[in-house]
């Protein structure tokens, strides 16, 4: 029986033409863009579901990903760790990260994997930090892409997003991160990773399908004692769509750091939200009230009686113009 | 007897007719200059990545990606260039007791009451002001500027800290603007205050008018002979 719904990820991709589906008119966010003219449908919503327990750390993910998107990472020394590279770099959208982690509770060593990448919020860090009109966009079925035609390679995403997952590539100074495979997904396939994993430990839907399936997962753990197993989708970025089932959902932070409970940093709402108005407005303002005041009041002139004064101590003896 | 932080190396009444006031040397000038068009530079493409409304402003520099190579650049050329500055007029800009008195009367400078202003020497406050200010701002913006140079300086410091910088630098650079705003029209309100970072000197009645203690000063000098010591 298989465990995971039949899907474009799992099942062979069609082979006739398929017309690109995922366009312009499915934005629903554009970075530094106040105005954006409403989405002429909605797409279902699809998520990639990652389940941490029956990852078995292959890298197949990884491995798919740098030849889907034709990265070249670069070759790293050997540190002693499964991880490899050492961290996700603007040639690698996705990396197992390998936790050692002792379950204080039965002493057990236990070998934590996830596959770390681009969660792609609902309520994208990246998308509210990017100055570039449009660099990020955002489509109604949930994906977050980065245009690199608009990137300017300032690096804003990287501290506006809440999961340290966008690089900026020193070689082309532009962004890099998971698309979700959005080239794949609009033309009716699921992403590379999930197409090559071995185990179905990714599988890629509409994000009911993959909650429903996470929940049966989530059963499934539970009846074999893990208790506090659960479905990593972070309320504090409006969820995600790519989510993961944890079987200690409780203490995501376990998992090399993922985020107990992410959200977008209130310095990264208050820079872009009340600085950027608060001080457009102080800057035209004062700009307005020196124009109003250049026109209307009257300029300090220096008087005839000024003139005969400083002449008077200028070509005086020095004590001139003193009373 | 003269207090010698008041007069600045140049400063001079130079003879003639009309006899005029040596206020600021070439190279005070040019290095003035550069700072002014530097910090021009900065805001343009500064104010390109603060707000989306003015992001058109990064094309005056050829687009984003060149206005954001550019940027910090700038403002390390700003920098050093205002360094200098303030090595050269910092000692000039100290607090004096008639500052305080000028300051109590803004109200009737603002109102054209010129006559009530007490006498002050070559900076008034408002220019120690706009001085002091942009030393301190430009010392954060400089800063933090670096802490989110991410060519140079990725990950120099934690990412939440970056945050902070971002967020100080966008601050910061509110306040730079109003300083420099309140600065250049000061110098267009106060008529033949562009004399002086133009051609170094200014008329007597302008000396007479608005830094009287500092013309005094060198009047006294002038008179003792050691004015071109």
Known sequence: MLDSPRDPAVSNPPVQGFKENLGKGDVVRRSATASLPPPTRKLDEVAKLIDVSKCIGCKACQSACVEWNDTQPD???????????????????????????????????????????????????????????????????????????????????????????????????KAYKCTLCSDRVAVGQGPACAKACPTQAIVFGTKTEMKAHAEERIADLKSRGYENAGLYDPKGVGGTHVMYVLHHADKPHIYSGLPDDPAISPVVTAWKGVTKSAGLLAMGLAAAATIAHGIFAKPDRVTAEDEDAGRALAEGDGTGGRP | ??????????????????????????????NHWITALTMVLLILSGLGLFHPALFFLTSLFGGGQIARTLHPLFGLVLAASFL???????????????????????????????????????????????????????????????????????????IPAQRIALIVHAVSAVFVILVIILHVYAAIWVRGSFDAMIKGHVTAGWAWRHHRKWFRQLAERRAAGTDRL
Not at chain 1, 120 to 128: I, T
Not at chain 1, 140 to 163: E, L, Q, R, T
Not at chain 2, 3 to 25: C, F, N
Request: aromatic letters at 10%.
């Open chain 1, 75 to 173: 070759i790293e020394e050997n540190v002693g760790a499964y991880t490899n590279p050492h961290d996700l770099t603007p040639d690698m959208f996705t990396l197992m990260r390998f936790e050692e982690w002792e379950n204080p509770a039965t002493s057990d060593l236990e070998w934590l994997i996830r596959k770390d990448g681009c969660m792609h919020c609902e309520d994208p860090g990246c998308l509210k930090a990017c100055p570039s009109p449009g660099a990020i966009v955002q489509y109604s079925n949930g994906i977050v892409d980065i245009d690199h035609d608009a990137c300017i390679g300032c690096g804003y995403c990287v501290k506006g997003c809440p999961f340290d997952i966008p690089r900026v590539s020193k070689k082309d100074h």
């Open chain 2, 1 to 30: 007897m003269s207090q010698p932080t008041l007069v600045e190396p140049g400063d001079a009444i130079r003879p003639g007719e009309p006899p005029v006031v040596e206020r600021y040397r070439a190279g005070a000038r040019i």
């Open chain 2, 84 to 158: 200098l500055l303030f090595l050269q007029f910092w000692r000039g800009n100290l607090w004096k007791p008639e500052d305080g008195a000028w300051v109590a009367h803004l109200g009737d400078l603002v109102a054209g009451h010129d006559e009530k202003m007490p006498e002050v020497g070559k900076y008034n406050a408002g220019q120690k002001f706009v001085f002091w200010s942009l030393a301190a701002l430009i010392v954060v913006m400089l800063t933090t500027g670096i802490m989110i140079w991410d060519q140079f300086f990725e990950g120099l410091t934690p």
